[in-house]
């Protein structure tokens, strides 16, 4: 019992030796190997925003024990709205979470047996689930000296992004290098030069007052290079509503064009055999009377046609006369009136069952007008030009296609004296009425005795009634992709 006493006491006090005269970086790294940057760095500025992970590519601050005090020009001993960092018991940064527009961004850090960064973890978080999801995963490599060489980066699937090589130009006495080339090739970059200003800390623990003022000017330039930086990724990543909308316009495409194009008839003209014969035999003459009249019976006479044409227009009258040429089919006519009658019905029904633009022309127009400009906006204002073409093609087209109507119906719509599309033909109309329908108001104001008078005019009606009328039109043409999906779901769902 009392060696083991005298064994603890020596423990004891080698702890409390070690507390007393080791430098607290044993126990509580120093954030400027974060930075990859040596003892005595007081601030680090980069050129511009680098390739990299956010860390390196932002000015930071630290304090004479090597604490980060300022991380883009934001204070972060408290909480300054567009920075937090988490860390671990050693005092490392291991979560950095930073905003990016609109979107909220988290980096998560782990490090080497060397104190050293060796994995980032680059997430976002989802606006609509609230979730964390990982965008990309570093994996960084280091020479003996302890500069890093080589970053990798992974998709969330593992698949390989982009990998980084470093040479460093240019080093200073401590180790800290103030200038590199970088090179990823399936990017273009080829020896592109970084560089960064390293500044000391002087013997108060502050930097110098002509550093300080070296790097206030150049503190707004590298503020607004990250910022752009970061709005470059800004809308980047696709939410589950804009995938799930995108799978649905996808196979509206491939319905449409298969129906329109691909998809042959289902019955086939009937062509003469070596069994041919002038004479009819009873049951053929009986089919041919019941074709006749059910095709008949299924047809609505076109008023004013000087020949009396009548044909189909509803989809149960179509398919009661394709029942009837089915049956026909089935007894494989020998008569040559018999099978004349078969094919003259059934070019009526294959011609009926091509599809025509039954939409709004105006609408077409209005619509194509819109998503040209928003998808502009994508293209020129947001840096998205393949995200801008795919909207535009999938608005115009989703509409264009999805409002390909049969020919029959088309035709039953004409005779029943409705419009084709008379619902978004009759709105825009009714809009561009409430256009011009402002008024002036002339307000006349009398004397006394009644007989002079002054006007004010008040025109605010000629220019709110435009105004809203072009915010109106505005409106349904960026709704114009779910006008083609509800089209496409009554004439080829629906009404198929």
């Not at 590199?180 to 970059?189: A, D, H, N, Y």
């Not at 073409?389 to 719509?413: D, E, H, K, M, T």
């Not at 009644?450 to 000629?462: A, L, Q, T």
Request: glycine share 8%.
């Amino acid at each position: 019992m009392k060696n083991i006493s005298i064994v603890k006491l020596y423990l004891l006090l080698f702890a409390v030796l070690q507390m007393c005269f080791c430098p607290l970086s044993v126990y509580s790294q120093d954030d400027r190997r974060s930075f990859d940057v040596c003892e005595g760095v007081s601030v680090v500025v980069p050129s511009a925003a680098d390739y990299g992970f956010v860390l390196p590519s932002l000015r930071a601050e630290f304090s004479k024990e090597g604490i980060l005090i300022r991380l883009g020009g934001f204070d972060m001993t408290q909480e300054n709205g567009s920075y937090h960092a988490d860390r671990d018991d050693s005092n490392r940064i291991v979560r950095l979470e930073f905003s990016a527009g609109d979107a909220t961004r988290i980096n998560l850090f782990s490090y080497d047996s060397d104190g050293r960064i060796c994995e980032v973890k680059d997430c976002y978080v989802n606006e609509d689930t609230e979730e964390e999801v990982l965008d990309t995963r570093m994996v960084r490599a280091y020479d003996n000296s302890g500069l890093p060489i080589k970053e990798t980066y992974y998709n969330e699937d593992g698949s390989l992004r982009a990998e980084y090589t470093y040479k460093y130009m240019k080093v200073d006495d401590d180790g800290n290098w103030l200038s590199r080339t970088v090179t990823e090739p399936s990017q273009g970059i080829t020896d592109e030069e970084e560089s960064r200003q390293i500044i000391y800390t002087g013997a108060s623990g502050q930097a110098s007052a002509a550093d300080k003022a070296v790097t206030e000017v150049i503190d707004s330039d590298i503020d607004k290079a990250v910022a752009t930086h970061r709005e470059a990724n800004k809308g980047k990543h696709i939410s589950p509503f804009e995938i799930i909308l995108g799978l649905l316009f996808i196979a509206l495409f491939a319905h449409s064009i298969y129906v329109l194009y691909v998809r042959k008839p289902s019955l086939l003209p009937l062509s003469p055999d070596s069994r041919l014969s002038q004479e009819e035999s009873s049951q053929e003459n009986e089919a041919l009377n019941h074709l006749w009249e059910v095709y008949m019976q299924n047809s609505t006479p076109i008023p004013g046609d000087s020949e009396g044409l009548s044909v189909p227009t509803t989809r149960k009258q179509m398919d009661n006369i394709r029942c009837a040429l089915q049956q026909v089919a089935e007894l494989r006519p020998c008569s040559q009136k018999l099978i004349d009658g078969y094919n003259e019905i059934l070019r009526n029904v294959n011609e009926l069952e091509c599809r025509q633009f039954g939409g709004s022309k105006w609408y077409l127009w209005v619509g194509g007008i819109v998503v040209a400009i928003v998808a502009g906006i994508r293209i020129f204002g947001d840096g998205q030009p393949i995200q801008g073409i795919v909207y535009f093609l999938f608005s115009f087209g989703a509409y264009w296609l999805g409002s390909q109507r049969p020919l029959y119906q088309l035709l039953g719509s004409e005779i029943k004296g409705g419009n084709r599309a008379g619902c978004m033909t009759s709105l825009i109309g009714s809009i561009f009425c409430f256009m011009g329908s402002g008024r002036t108001w002339i307000t006349r104001y009398y004397d006394e005795i009644g007989r002079k008078f002054r006007e004010e005019e008040d025109n605010s009606e000629h220019v709110m009634f435009p105004l809203l009328g072009l915010f109106g039109l505005f409106a349904l043409g960026v709704f114009m992709p779910i006008v083609g999906l509800i089209n496409y779901i009554r004439f080829y769902i629906i009404n198929r």
